[in-house]
């Protein structure tokens, strides 16, 4: 009776689109901003549209914080074809705190290094807790991010 268990296996090997035969993944879904991880461009920049268009999503070099992850309203440092550039993110995938709504993509806006979006519109929503997080960091780090909210047209 043993034996014919430990078979069953080997019987459905032959068996092309067999449940047991189908390759899943079974690694945890890093849901976090590190290193190498890929985002979308929400502006409506030139080289943010460019990227995009050719399916080269930028990726995340590093995160200006000590924890190095990036949280909603955290600053980044990007590659996009072959720049270098900073981005705030303004959208997550990650399980966020009470009250700020969870995204499907991981959203940045390009800034340049004074705070300045390079785009003059972001297309998708941005959190509300967004305007109280980056007026904060507005007067601790110099740069201004308010014209990051200004671009933006609708809050969730």
């Known amino acids: ?7 069953l296996p080997r019987l459905f090997s032959n068996i092309p689109n067999h449940p047991q035969n189908a390759a899943f993944h079974t690694s945890p879904v890093c849901n976090e ?3 190498l991880a890929r985002l979308r461009v929400v502006d409506n920049s030139e080289l943010g549209k460019a990227a995009m ?5 930028p ?13 909603i309203g ?6 996009i074809k072959g720049q270098m550039k900073k981005a705030i993110l303004v959208g997550l995938k990650q399980k966020q705190k009470f009250k700020v709504p969870k995204f499907d993509s991981n959203n940045i806006v390009l800034i340049d290094d ?3 979006p390079l785009g003059t519109r972001i297309h998708v929503p941005i959190p509300t807790i967004l305007r109280t997080i ?19 047209s609708r809050f969730v």
């Open 1 to 7: 009776m043993l034996r014919n268990v430990l078979r």
């Open 114 to 116: 004074n705070g300045t």
């Open 33 to 35: 901003i590190r290193k």
């Open 53 to 57: 268009i050719e399916g080269k999503p």
């Open 134 to 152: 980056l007026k904060e960091k507005t007067h601790n780090k110099g740069a201004d991010y308010t014209k990051v909210l200004a671009i933006s």
């Open 59 to 71: 990726r995340c070099i590093h995160v200006y914080n000590k924890r190095h992850v990036g949280l």
């Open 74 to 79: 955290d600053q980044v440092l990007v590659t």
